[in-house]
Protein backbone atom coordinates (compact mmCIF):
# COMPACT_ATOMS: atom_id res chain seq x y z
CA UNK A 1 0.00 0.00 0.00
CA UNK A 2 1.22 3.37 -0.96
CA UNK A 3 -0.40 6.48 0.57
CA UNK A 4 1.08 9.80 -0.54
CA UNK A 5 0.86 13.54 0.97
CA UNK A 6 1.50 16.70 0.72
CA UNK A 7 -0.04 18.33 -2.06
CA UNK A 8 -1.94 21.51 -1.91
CA UNK A 9 -1.86 25.24 -2.99
CA UNK A 10 1.03 26.91 -3.86
CA UNK A 11 1.64 30.08 -5.28
CA UNK A 12 4.01 30.56 -8.50
CA UNK A 13 7.52 30.04 -7.21
CA UNK A 14 6.34 28.22 -4.25
CA UNK A 15 7.70 24.86 -2.52
CA UNK A 16 6.16 21.66 -1.78
CA UNK A 17 7.06 18.54 -0.47
CA UNK A 18 5.38 15.42 -1.04
CA UNK A 19 5.64 12.08 1.01
CA UNK A 20 5.21 8.60 -0.26
CA UNK A 21 4.88 6.22 3.27
CA UNK A 22 4.87 2.44 1.62
CA UNK A 23 4.08 -0.97 3.42
CA UNK A 24 3.32 -4.82 2.26
CA UNK A 25 6.25 -4.42 0.04
CA UNK A 26 10.53 -4.76 0.25
CA UNK A 27 10.78 -1.06 0.10
CA UNK A 28 14.65 -0.63 0.43
CA UNK A 29 13.81 -3.33 -3.02
CA UNK A 30 11.86 -1.04 -5.12
CA UNK A 31 12.40 1.67 -7.13
CA UNK A 32 9.79 4.11 -6.20
CA UNK A 33 8.32 6.85 -8.62
CA UNK A 34 6.31 9.93 -8.53
CA UNK A 35 4.13 10.28 -11.63
CA UNK A 36 1.82 13.44 -12.32
CA UNK A 37 -1.64 13.49 -14.27
CA UNK A 38 -3.64 16.27 -15.40
CA UNK A 39 -7.27 16.33 -16.78
CA UNK A 40 -7.13 14.50 -20.50
CA UNK A 41 -3.58 13.58 -20.45
CA UNK A 42 -1.29 10.44 -19.93
CA UNK A 43 0.40 9.93 -16.50
CA UNK A 44 4.20 11.04 -16.76
CA UNK A 45 7.08 10.23 -15.12
CA UNK A 46 8.16 12.93 -12.86
CA UNK A 47 11.02 11.21 -11.21
CA UNK A 48 12.07 7.63 -9.71
CA UNK A 49 14.66 6.40 -7.38
CA UNK A 50 16.11 3.26 -7.59
CA UNK A 51 17.16 0.95 -4.43
CA UNK A 52 20.63 1.86 -4.55
CA UNK A 53 19.76 6.15 -4.75
CA UNK A 54 19.98 6.63 -8.19
CA UNK A 55 17.74 8.89 -9.41
CA UNK A 56 15.95 9.83 -12.93
CA UNK A 57 14.12 13.19 -13.64
CA UNK A 58 11.68 14.30 -16.49
CA UNK A 59 13.46 17.21 -18.05
CA UNK A 60 10.77 19.93 -17.24
CA UNK A 61 11.21 19.11 -13.62
CA UNK A 62 15.53 18.92 -13.39
CA UNK A 63 16.83 21.26 -11.41
CA UNK A 64 13.94 22.20 -9.93
CA UNK A 65 12.51 19.01 -8.14
CA UNK A 66 14.45 16.20 -5.95
CA UNK A 67 13.58 12.99 -4.88
CA UNK A 68 14.69 11.03 -1.97
CA UNK A 69 13.78 8.16 -0.15
CA UNK A 70 14.19 7.16 3.73
CA UNK A 71 14.63 3.31 4.08
CA UNK A 72 14.31 3.08 7.51
CA UNK A 73 10.63 4.73 7.22
CA UNK A 74 9.75 3.35 4.08
CA UNK A 75 9.14 6.43 2.91
CA UNK A 76 10.25 8.49 -0.22
CA UNK A 77 10.06 12.15 -1.31
CA UNK A 78 9.49 14.67 -3.61
CA UNK A 79 10.83 18.33 -3.03
CA UNK A 80 9.50 20.47 -5.55
CA UNK A 81 10.92 24.21 -5.91
CA UNK A 82 10.17 27.15 -8.25
CA UNK A 83 6.82 25.32 -8.77
CA UNK A 84 5.18 26.39 -12.22
CA UNK A 85 1.15 26.67 -12.80
CA UNK A 86 2.19 23.75 -15.47
CA UNK A 87 3.41 21.92 -12.58
CA UNK A 88 -0.17 22.00 -11.36
CA UNK A 89 -1.14 18.10 -11.54
CA UNK A 90 -2.32 15.07 -9.24
CA UNK A 91 0.57 13.52 -8.43
CA UNK A 92 1.11 9.50 -7.71
CA UNK A 93 3.91 7.59 -6.11
CA UNK A 94 4.42 3.93 -7.54
CA UNK A 95 6.80 1.27 -6.44
CA UNK A 96 8.24 -1.30 -8.97
CA UNK A 97 9.99 -4.71 -8.67
CA UNK A 98 10.39 -7.84 -10.37
CA UNK A 99 7.67 -6.90 -13.19
CA UNK A 100 4.96 -5.39 -10.20
CA UNK A 101 3.60 -2.54 -9.90
CA UNK A 102 1.85 -0.83 -7.37
CA UNK A 103 0.16 2.90 -7.01
CA UNK A 104 -1.11 4.51 -4.70
CA UNK A 105 -4.05 7.35 -4.36
CA UNK A 106 -2.65 10.73 -5.53
CA UNK A 107 -2.15 14.09 -4.25
CA UNK A 108 -3.23 17.07 -6.02
CA UNK A 109 -0.77 20.00 -6.04
CA UNK A 110 -1.87 23.29 -7.35
CA UNK A 111 0.20 26.29 -8.11
CA UNK A 112 -1.59 29.13 -8.75
CA UNK A 113 -0.09 32.10 -11.08
Known amino acids: QLQASGGGLVQTGGSLRLSCAAS????????MSWYRQTPGAQRELVAA???????DYADSVKVRFTISRDNAKNTVYLEMNSLKPEDTAVYYC?????????WGKGTLVTVSS
Open 49 to 55: ITGGGST
Open 24 to 31: GIIFRLNT
Open 94 to 102: SSYRAGRSY
